[in-house]
């Protein structure tokens, strides 16, 4: 019985140590393998609604990652706090194209 047990254990550990390590990414629109995206650089202004005048500069944009031997490319995002440009419009959403 120990030497069974034993046996299956072994078996057990070569089959864990010759698993490759996976990228487990929850959400899949923040990396892309190969390519980069077109159309990036973006930027656009998003209001507060919170904090009326105020707004927020965001720039998406892809990083390049080498990854056991293909690209990944990972969106990063930047903020920067400004002073919202103009009046919203009647109707208008958050989301200021720019």
Known sequence: MKRI???????????????????????????????????????????LPDLPGFCIEVTEDWREHPYQGETIWLKEKTIKSLNCPGEPLPGSTNVLKR
């Open 5 to 47: 047990f034993t046996i299956l254990l072994g078996i057990g550990l070569i089959g864990c140590a010759s698993q490759q390590s996976a990228v487990d990414l929850k959400n899949s629109d923040s990396a892309i393998i190969g390519e980069k995206p077109e159309g990036y650089p973006k930027t656009f202004i998003k209001r």
